[in-house]
């Protein structure tokens, strides 16, 4: 996440602060009165996040992003624990299931086992095609699975699928 540190994407805001990669806050704004989504994005790929946020921002809704680059920092939140003591709750969250740290298995398990997360949405998202991947997604109550997609079009999607879920 460190090369995003200072970037400027179009209609956002962006801030970055926590640990060791740092969290990544985006908020997009679209001058509306309606209150931003928060979407939680665990996810150690910086272009993977450009990209949600650039197709995020095609969308007619303002979003708030916390992008954690790891499992760590990821548990961290979940239990709200140092610099995540007083986050506040997202109404998504986007967990990629291949991280450093702790990989998304242990985080979706950890997630559904957290009082103040029952309710909140939960998607998945990864390269990965496997069937036994996609079962225990279910199993594990994720509402969707994501395939990362491979060309820019795909990619702009994701906005739509995610404002879908927030509706």
Known sequence: MRDLRGASF????????????GTLGVSLGHGSVVPAA???????SSADVFLLGRALDKQDRRFE?????DGD????????????????????ILVDLNLPKCDGEELL???????HL?????????????RRDRDLLKELGVV????KP??????MEIGKILTDLLA
């Open 118 to 130: 029952v309710g909140v949405p939960v998607c998945a998202w990864s390269s990965s095609q496997s």
């Open 65 to 69: 992003l916390t992008c954690l680059a």
């Open 38 to 44: 928060r979407i939680l994005v665990i996810e150690d």
């Open 144 to 147: 969707r699975f994501i395939t």
């Open 150 to 155: 491979s060309g820019l079009d795909q990619f």
């Open 109 to 115: 398990r950890e997630i559904r086992n957290t009082k």
């Open 10 to 21: 179009s209609g956002m805001n962006v801030r970055v602060g926590g640990g060791d990669e």
């Open 73 to 92: 920092d990821a548990l961290a939140f979940i239990r709200r624990e140092g610099a995540y003591a007083d986050a506040a709750i997202p109404n998504l």
